[in-house]
């Protein structure tokens, strides 16, 4: 079956950092763009980020521009979401999707085809 895998998510004061990693064991991930996608209690799932397939092009939701960074480490067949200077409002629970297109990607949770469990993030005092 092909689901992706996310881990990393905890609780972290504002201002801290945190990686969050999508990882498969049955597909290799390499083939797939791969999205990041957060769902805060009480509001739609929305696009933080997304990587491409092909050339690795990366892709920002305006609300985390120069503080996320998305990355993929091949060898591990495993993406990874950087998160720095984080804020009360990035609290959500964080989904890693997968998509077997060739080129580009979306930052939003339209055209994905494979979805991970989700992993909660809370960012508090």
């Known amino acids: 079956q092909v689901q992706p895998v996310e881990s990393g998510g905890r609780v972290v004061q504002p201002g801290g950092s945190l990686r969050l990693s999508c990882a498969a064991s049955v597909f290799t991930l390499d083939y797939y763009a791969i999205g990041w996608v957060r769902q805060a209690p009480r509001k739609v799932r929305g696009g933080v980020s997304c990587?491409?397939?092909?050339?690795?092009?990366?892709y920002y939701a305006d609300s985390v521009k120069e503080r996320f960074t998305i990355s993929r480490d091949n060898a591990k067949n495993t993406v990874y979401l950087q998160m720095n200077s984080l804020k009360a409002e990035d609290t959500a629970v964080y989904y890693c999707?997968?998509?077997?297109?060739?080129?580009?990607?979306?930052?939003?949770?339209?055209?994905?085809?494979?979805w991970g469990q989700g992993t909660q993030v809370t960012v508090s005092s």
């Open positions: 999707a997968a998509d077997p297109i060739p080129v580009g990607c979306t930052v939003g949770p339209v055209g994905y085809e494979y």
């Open positions: 990587i491409s397939s092909r050339d690795s092009s990366t």
